[in-house]
């Protein structure tokens, strides 16, 4: 397999990035110090860490779960993340301890899995549908990148490698190896990390099996369980209306046109699909990711960026099905299109993935922790009736570590570079190291970002140098406009994808000066998303926003808006830490003059009041009440 | 027990109403021409009529179910009704055939059930809360009487009298007897039919004892399963929040206060409680049945008629709860509302019961049933996106039997009866014979009604009678006029509980006539069904309609109808066999100005078009389309 080389762009590593604003930094610290290490208590009390001594024994509670490896790995990832960007002597040496405990666990043949070496030992790679074997394999995979990027240490590195290796002697097209590929997509975006963190081409190929083999016919897990029976999950999955959907193994991946079946796996699975066509130039690979980006994005996405709206296969339905008190939304598929937008970006500079990758980032990826980073929303509904909180765990926890990781590698998602260009995707107060035409160029960003849109771009270099710099207009800012040193830069013939391209000599101390008019914007969906006629969402940059019963009384769905309501915005310090609330005239459906009935001839009357809305992400942090986000607009 | 005597009614029985109008006339028809024989066919092809035989043995297919009992007893029960109003020798040979084999099944004991008398017969009595025992012994109790009235033969009735007479001995408040009470109540209100028609004074006591004991702590169910292990549905059961609420055993009945749990086994408990309360003179039972009226008329009943809004356990969520698609409104339940109501309405008589039980029948009842006769909702959703149709039959077929023996027997609910009054209930063309005070009298009505509100009353009588002429005025009926014999009547003065009461000497071939203007209304529901919010229903006289696929744009939901337009009624002959539509002009969203996002900042726009809105009722007999009943008012 040849490296094909594509005029894209490579993320700056977080490693070279630095957040300093008021937004971000605060919930990274509270990452850090709170969630992180109350995330490897919880590892250690549930007994999924020890799991690793392999002394299970028949009998004993709790058995381990399948799932446990990859939460380890998760917390592994995200501990890692988290050293690298402020170093911790102890954290470092928890980090080896675990690692060693992992590594004590590995096989001699190479394979490492807790349940399947002191369970089900005569069970391995019997049940790749339902057992996440290889799913635990990657992110194990996931963890050894991460952790000796992080460090340079090889501990878990060399460990994983030669799983990888085992996995790579029992997977393969050579006519002795298993034809097959996990139900749950997540090792083959991790073989691609693993190959670009040791160069070696195996993995990548690897990953191109698993990806080439799924969906072929006939089914490799159908194959599977007429040869060894019922699956791990047999009785839930025998629920689903279609169980070759729900893991994505209806179609090969290159004949996909719709998001269909569990929307995490569906994201993982993208996300390494996106990972391949630009490792190896695949446009086949980049076509379907293009049309599956189409259909979820202009016909399966909640404004919030949250997908996957039924809790039944955590996954999918149809085409603009988005209901909001049902909806399943999880954490981990926000997190995961975010993954996905990430890698489209870099095939291809589309402010249209910055958008979508943003939009779930401010709203559906982050509404999943609490503010003070100790409780998690598992799934994020559009609509409460009350009766909806977040907890400390699950157990099935894949997703607080998965928004601990995200966190603590945030800086990844802000920049990209080549060899002729600076890109600026987020605006998030800060700097980075970047490298272009063989020079250091430090790019610092100051902006109150996301509560206002004027932004500051200040370069340093040692000497002059010629690059394209390109910032990202929004698509949410209807106007934009761009000062360089003080001076009107006119961007109408310099927009490329949604992003401004200014390409000239750049020297030291070059400002620019982003203004992205962040006023409130009444948002509207499809007609055909039934679940919101005649409703009207608020957003102003990329927050969307919520009402809830801590400012507005209740019951909610008793609100609507006029459409000539005039709104404010306005920067609150006082509430829930300091955010921008919207405020306005809503009127709200009375029953005093209801006599009981629960029909009648009348309509109700409505009686005007004032509304406060606040950021979606946001909401749950305070009594316990309703939220709405769409409205009936009056 | 002292049969306690008091001032109110009594229904005239179908057997001395006939029904010769243009709306009923033809669904009975229909009903015994094909609906009854084709579910005998059922029965017999099924095996639930063999099964009577007891030839059962362990292996064969199917295993007889629990409650096949009930399903042959609904049918002899309609059977029955049908052969009461129009006789059919092949028919009653039938019945008499199906009663021998039920007859050759009874045990020694008087025990009678298919399931425990050749699978599990040594369970006996140890599964009330899921196995139906006592319920399919209810459903026989009752074929048994109306197979008597129909017929004055004694072969069934006497096998069910050996059959109640037996579980008389085996539950009971004596100390050697069991003090247990059926998980799905039908029994009770069973009993009270055979004290009635037998005089047996030890049926009834043996209804009050189940109505008494249940929800009494500690909870019987609870104990049965501590003793007997795990019951027929653990595993369903176990995943439903409040198993006690589920069947009404959460408290004793005289305590309930909201309508809770499975909404079937609720109707039949209430109407049990109304016929006891009735026959007893017991007001607790009264005021329990108010109470749990007034909760679920004016916070938990769909426009329909329909209730219970979930499938999950087929019943009640909580109060103002009312989802559209997701409606579950079995037909059973609606069904079970009318019989409640009807049992109210002799304990009272206020014309909101006949308001309820006319807004079940004419709606959320007679959906449940094709035009032809021959396919069946289970659940009467009020919007549906295409994909829901009705069926001939169901693995739990209760709906398709329970709708026959309604139709067969339908004369019941339309006249009542006292010493003093002759009660009009509903507006059905044809004739009653009445006795009041020791004089027969022959009560004529012609109408048109539900298309229009004009009656036409007349009676013939050998000699002029005192008495009073009570004529329901239907909630819906905004203003109503009387005229006797051609002059004007001001009812003003002589309206007691929404029931015109007209006393005076009458006498041969005296009329009267009672206009019904009959508009059409738009109906708004309370503010706090949240699903409604900004919609509008539309109704005229009792039925509700619908907007349907076949007749408008889909898709229905991008549909919205401005408060100003005109809407017209009108007879079309053509349509459906003929019913009154309703026109006017609504708005549709368009999309052709969408230029393909999921969201944007200008609201779709909306083009007027002219909708269709035929009666709920007859939804689902065109091709496959989409409904919906509420529909958002711009």
């Given amino acids: 397999m040849k490296h094909v080389m594509r005029k894209n762009a490579e993320p700056v590593p977080f490693t070279r990035v630095k957040i300093e604003d008021q937004f971000w930094a605060n919930r990274i610290q509270i990452n850090k110090e709170h969630t992180i290490p109350f995330q490897y208590q919880k590892c250690k009390e549930t007994g999924r860490i020890d799991a690793f001594k392999l002394d299970w024994k028949s009998g004993i509670e709790p058995v381990p779960h399948i799932f446990w490896d990859s939460d380890v790995a998760k917390w592994i990832e995200a501990a890692s993340y988290s050293l690298a960007t402020c170093y911790d002597p102890k954290l470092d040496a928890l980090l080896d301890e675990v690692i060693g405990l992992i590594a004590s666990a590995q096989q001699p043949d190479g394979y490492l899995n807790i349940y399947f070496t002191v369970v089900e030992p005569e069970k391995r790679w019997t049940d790749l549908r339902d057992a996440h074997e290889l799913y635990c394999a990657g992110h194990l995979i996931e963890a050894g990148v991460a952790h000796y990027e992080a460090t340079r240490k090889r501990n878990l590195l060399d460990v994983v490698c030669r799983y990888a290796d085992y996995i790579n002697e029992v997977f393969g097209p050579e006519e002795h190896k298993k034809k097959g590929y996990c139900g749950h997509p997540e090792i083959e975006l991790a073989l691609v990390k693993l190959y670009r963190a040791t160069g070696e081409e195996r993995y990548l190929s690897l990953s191109k099996f698993f990806i080439d083999e799924r969906g072929k016919e006939p089914n490799y897990f159908e194959e599977e369980k007429k040869k060894n029976g019922p699956g791990y999950f047999e009785e839930l999955f025998s629920t689903f209306d279609n169980l070759k959907e729900y893991n994505q193994s209806h179609k090969p991946v290159r ?196 509560w206002d849109g004027n932004i500051f771009v200040e370069l340093e270099l040692e000497q002059p140098a010629m690059f394209a710099l390109k910032l990202r207009i929004p698509g949410w800012a209807r106007e934009a406009s761009v000062k360089i040193n003080g001076e009107t830069f006119d961007i109408a013939h310099h927009i490329e994808k949604r992003y401004v391209r200014i390409e000239r000599q750049w020297k030291n101390k070059d400002q620019v000066e982003l203004v992205l008019p962040m006023p409130i914007e009444r948002v509207y969906a499809h007609p055909n998303v039934r679940q919101n006629r005649n409703c009207v969402a608020l957003q102003r940059g990329p927050l969307v926003y919520c009402l809830e019963g801590a400012d507005n009384p209740e019951p909610l769905y008793a609100i609507s808006l006029p459409r000539t309501s005039i709104l404010q915005a306005q920067f609150d310090e006082r509430l829930l830490g300091g955010m921008v609330k919207i405020t306005g005239q809503a009127l709200r459906c009375d029953d005093s003059d209801w006599d009981g009935e629960l029909y009648r001839t009348t309509p109700p009357t409505a009686k005007p009041f004032e509304f406060t809305a606040i950021p979606y992400y946001a909401w749950d942090n305070r009594q316990p009440g309703q939220m709405i986000v769409w409205i009936p607009e009056a």
């Fill in 255 to 450: 004949e996909q046109e719709r998001v269909v079946g569990h929307s995490v796996r569906a994201m993982y699975l993208y996300s390494a699909m996106a990972d391949l066509a630009k490792e190896t130039g695949d446009d086949s690979l980049t076509r379907a990711c293009e049309r599956l980006w189409e259909n979820l994005h202009k016909k399966n996405m909640y404004i919030t960026g949250g997908i996957g709206s039924t809790a039944k296969h955590e996954g999918f339905t149809f085409d603009y099905d988005l209901p909001n008190e049902t909806a399943y939304a999880e954490t981990c598929a926000a997190i995961g299109l975010v993954f996905w937008n990430h890698r489209m970006l870099q095939l291809d500079c589309d402010g249209k993935y910055a958008d979508a990758l943003e939009r779930a980032l401010y709203n559906g990826v982050i509404s999943g922790m609490s503010l003070d980073g100790k409780k998690f929303f598992y799934d994020n509904p559009l609509a409460s009736l009350g009766d909806f909180h977040r907890k400390e765990w699950f157990d099935v926890s894949c997703c607080p570590p998965n928004l601990s990781r995200l966190l603590a590698s945030l800086g990844q998602y802000i920049y990209s570079q080549n060899d002729e260009e600076a890109i600026v995707h987020l605006y998030i107060q800060g700097s980075a190291r970047l490298h272009i035409g063989q020079k250091d160029i430090i790019l610092k960003q100051k902006t109150n970002y996301p």
